[in-house]
């Protein structure tokens, strides 16, 4: 199975991803607000590469290598959907990261559209989440655009300012679509 956006390609992590997946969650660079850090070593992220294609085989869906449509042999980040326990409860949750060289090109805005229109539609979703560091601005950007708002705060890491939960339902993101097509036919008009 092979998506895509307007300028990026999905496809499901495979285990193939092994050098990709290190560059880029081992890169400090990319961990800046991340409290664990970049990944440590390969087997640190062959572990966490095992238990990403085992949630495609258990859920369905999972995180996402993505490339660029025009250079689809790089791997350029990871993102997607996936089922994550945060504390009190279990969600949708939609993450990403990118490697610093294509920052700033609003490629995780695509990513964020595009992975919410997917679960609502072909997953069949109600409702998509997010977690945040508080001090993480361009990500908190990010989720604002693609639709979600603050919902609360969370205590997901022991001894550390909580993160923020960020939360689209399916009703609202099919009601903000409608508002979408309402004012398009409206300026045509």
Known sequence: MELHSARMQYRPVRDDDLADLFRIYGDPETN????????????????????????????????????????????????????????????????????????????????????????????????????????????QRVLQKAGLRYSREVEDIADRPPSLLFTLTRESWLHHLHKQREALRAGGA
């Not at 607000?33 to 999972?62: C, E, H, I, K």
């Not at 939609?94 to 805005?109: I, N, S």
């Open 32 to 139: 800046t607000y991340n409290p664990a850090g970049p990944f440590p070593d390969l087997a640190f992220t062959q572990g966490v590469l095992v238990r990403w294609v085992s949630q495609w085989q258990r859920d369905g869906f999972g995180c996402w290598a993505i490339t660029l449509r025009r250079a689809p042999e790089k791997v350029i980040g990871f993102g997607g959907l996936n089922v994550r326990d945060a504390p009190e409860c279990k969600i949708n949750n939609l993450g990403f990261r990118f490697e610093t060289g294509v920052w700033g090109q609003g490629l995780a805005t695509e990513l964020g559209c595009f992975a919410l229109h997917h679960g609502f539609t072909a997953l069949s979703l109600m409702e998509i989440s997010a977690l945040v560091r508080r001090n993480h601005l361009a990500s």
